[in-house]
């Protein structure tokens, strides 16, 4: 089974930081993905966190902590543009290699 | 950067009829998935594909659902007797093989599908 825990909703202002947390419960972890999805477009690979530690991307960085089920994605110098949905995804070994998606993170970018 | 293409980017289809969902997946990948997203709500997956044959499928993914690799390229799902709640945007991913990595898990731009 799979529990993800992340934030409805966020709101932040253009320029500033902002930190999207996720907790997960997975049996058989492997990973997890970060994907960005603006409103009635395809999820965009963001990351993909293996180990431990922080990864950092440009403007985007993820971390991932496996012993404490805890990730969170960190977006620097907002841009009106990362307004969207932010869709963190444990995977876990499967035989059909699929993603199992929650709701995600609506985040809203304020001038 | 390798995409995922879909055609067409809206289909419009009156119930009952059957559709056809077509993908080409990035050339290197072995893995092809389809998900939908019905308005509102979050992404779903349906099936999963790799060396010709279903690898896993969602209770979603029933007898009203086929998938095809008809040539080296693309991959596509047929819908049969449409109804009115399968209007969704669908997805078409392809991924390297799970292996160490799963980089490279990437959409295409989608299908909206619209049953009238």
């Known amino acids: 089974g799979q529990n993800i825990d992340q934030p409805t909703e966020m709101t932040a202002t253009e320029g500033a930081i902002v930190q999207i947390n996720c907790t997960y419960q997975?049996?058989?972890?492997?990973?997890l993905f970060w994907y960005q999805q603006h409103a009635g477009e395809a999820p965009t690979f963001l990351s993909y966190?293996?180990?431990?530690g922080l990864e950092e991307k440009g403007r985007f960085s993820s971390f991932l902590s496996r012993s404490k089920g805890y990730s969170y994605l960190l977006l620097k110098e907002l841009q009106m543009k990362d307004s969207a949905s932010y869709l963190c995804?444990?995977?876990?070994?499967?035989?059909?290699?699929?993603?199992?998606f929650g709701g995600g993170t609506r985040l809203m970018v304020k001038p | 950067e390798p995409e995922v293409t879909q055609t067409p980017s809206h289909q419009v289809t009156q119930m009952g009829q059957e559709v056809i969902l077509r993908c080409v997946p990035i050339?290197?990948?072995?893995?092809f998935y389809w998900y939908r997203q019905i308005l509102g709500q979050k992404v779903e997956f349906l099936v999963s594909?790799?060396?010709?044959?279903?690898?896993?499928k969602s209770e979603i993914f029933d007898d009203q659902f086929s998938v095809e690799r008809p040539d080296g390229s693309n991959f596509t799902l047929k819908i049969r007797s449409t109804k009115l709640e399968d209007s969704a945007m669908y997805f078409c991913?392809?991924?390297?093989?799970?292996?160490?990595?799963?980089?490279?898990?990437?959409f295409g731009s989608g299908t909206r599908l619209t049953v009238v």
């Open positions: 594909f790799y060396n010709n044959e279903i690898s896993e």
């Open positions: 991913a392809s991924s390297i093989p799970t292996g160490l990595s799963n980089y490279g898990y990437t």
């Open positions: 995804v444990p995977f876990r070994r499967n035989a059909g290699n699929m993603l199992t």
């Open positions: 997975t049996s058989g972890f492997n990973g």
């Open positions: 050339s290197n990948h072995l893995y």
């Open positions: 966190n293996v180990l431990d």
